[in-house]
Structure formats: structure tokens, C-alpha cells
């Protein structure tokens, strides 16, 4: 059975760094792409960055240049380095994977870790 | 790509039906001929739980209740049926143009 869970969330003040994980279990980690998915409070989904199995990476425009994703594969884990963080960057943070086909978006999420701005 | 859905908010007695209606700026189409248009149904408090993969194919274990169907720019999801498991947000999905999602809708029971 996929399971994901994340870890690493909790306060960080504006302009500073919070590290997100996210440990994979339940299929082979290394051949499937990675997404990070985040909810801000009462708000909709948004789509923050995705790793593929080949290591290419794609942004959100609201967070390229602040966020770096990467994954280590003898790990089963995905990460989210999140620095310059700002208010608008409060949201709940979900690690979800591709499926195996082509366009096969978001066919599992974790349960959601919580990230706050604030001073 | 803006996804715009309709209605925001569904009040629908139980065993009765429920459509929403998903549009997108431009043509979902992709270069490969497939069309990625997802729905996705958010219970409250729980993580978001995808139902329908590329317009009209369902997930594992999603009740045959739920359906997708559409082309081009024009896309709905139909639950022929309401139950009381139904009660959440309903979110679509684009993935041809990067990804977006719509707005949500919030389903209740009346």
C-alpha cells in the first residue's frame, strides 16, 4: 500500500527557512515523479513543485527562486527546502506522487504537514 | 491556464444528482492527443483523494457513482447519486499547461 508522510512543518518567521520531508513507502520510489501540493487556510489547492524520476524540476512562479526541491532515492524521500519565507507562504503542505503514465497527476497524497509565517 | 468551475457551492438532497462544470482558458489538448483533466474530492479534513484521471477514467476504488466526461475546454463531473460520503470540495485539475487548479466546490447536503 503507498503511503506518504510528511514532516518538518511548524513556524518560521518571514525571511527565514523551514526543510519539509516527505518518507514514500509502498512502491518503487525512485521511478515515479514527485509533487509538493499546498492548501493556504479557508483557500483552494495550489501546486507548488514537482521532481521528476529524472530529476527534472519544475516551479510554481509564486515560489521559484525561494523553494528547491530534491529527492534521495535510497531514502524513499522527497524534500522542500523553503527559504525567504513570507506570510503568503502559510498553507498546508502535502507531498503527492504521479501515477505511472503519462499526465497521471497526484494519484496519492500524504496526510498534509502545517506550515506558519509569522513573527 | 485559468480553470473556472461552477457552481462554487451545491446544496443537493440525498439520492438526488449533482453536476459541476469545469472550464478552461484555452483547449486542454495536449501534443500527445490525451487531454489531462483531473477531479479531485477534498472530505473535511482530510487530504484531497483523486477521482478522475484524463476527463472520464475512473480511480480504484471510486464508487461507479461518480463520472467525468467533456473535451476541449469544456469538462463535468456527475455523481448520479448523492450520499452522505459525497459532502466536501470538488476540485479540477489541468495538467497539459503545467498545472492549475479550479476554485473548488463545496458539495452539501440539503
Known amino acids: 500500500e503507498v503511503h506518504l508522510v510528511e514532516s518538518g512543518g511548524g513556524l518560521g518567521q518571514p525571511g527565514g527557512s523551514l526543510r519539509l520531508s516527505c518518507a514514500a513507502s509502498?512502491?518503487?520510489?525512485?521511478?515515479?515523479?514527485m509533487n509538493w501540493v499546498r492548501q493556504a487556510p479557508g483557500k483552494g489547492l495550489e501546486w507548488v513543485s514537482t521532481?521528476?524520476?529524472?530529476?527534472?524540476?519544475h516551479y510554481a512562479d509564486s515560489v521559484r527562486g525561494r523553494f528547491t526541491i530534491s529527492r534521495d532515492n535510497a531514502k524513499n524521500s522527497v524534500y522542500l527546502q523553503m527559504n525567504s519565507l513570507r506570510d503568503e507562504d502559510t498553507a498546508v503542505y502535502y507531498c503527492?506522487?504521479?501515477?505511472?503514465?503519462?499526465?497521471?497527476?497526484?494519484?496519492?497524497w500524504g496526510q498534509g504537514t502545517q506550515v506558519t509565517v509569522s513573527s | 491556464v485559468v480553470m473556472t468551475q461552477s457552481p462554487l457551492s451545491l446544496s443537493v438532497t440525498l439520492g438526488q444528482p449533482a453536476s459541476i462544470s469545469c472550464r478552461s482558458g484555452?483547449?486542454?489538448?495536449?501534443?500527445?492527443?490525451?487531454?489531462?483533466l483531473n477531479w479531485f474530492q477534498q472530505r473535511p479534513g482530510q487530504s484531497p483523494r483523486r477521482l478522475i484521471y484524463?476527463?472520464?477514467n475512473r480511480d480504484s476504488g471510486v464508487p461507479d457513482r461518480f463520472s467525468g466526461s467533456g473535451s476541449g475546454t469544456d469538462f463535468t463531473l456527475k455523481i448520479s447519486r448523492v450520499e452522505a460520503e459525497d459532502v466536501g470540495v470538488y476540485y479540477c485539475?489541468?495538467?497539459?499547461?503545467?498545472?492549475?487548479f479550479g476554485q473548488g466546490t463545496r458539495l452539501e447536503i440539503k
Open positions: 509502498g512502491f518503487t520510489f525512485s521511478t515515479y515523479t
Open positions: 484524463r476527463v472520464s
Open positions: 521532481i521528476s524520476r529524472t530529476n527534472t524540476i
Open positions: 503527492a506522487r504521479d501515477g505511472a503514465n503519462s499526465g497521471q497527476h497526484f494519484d496519492y
Open positions: 485539475m489541468q495538467g497539459t499547461y503545467w498545472i492549475t
Open positions: 484555452q483547449s486542454l489538448v495536449f501534443s500527445d492527443g490525451n487531454t489531462y
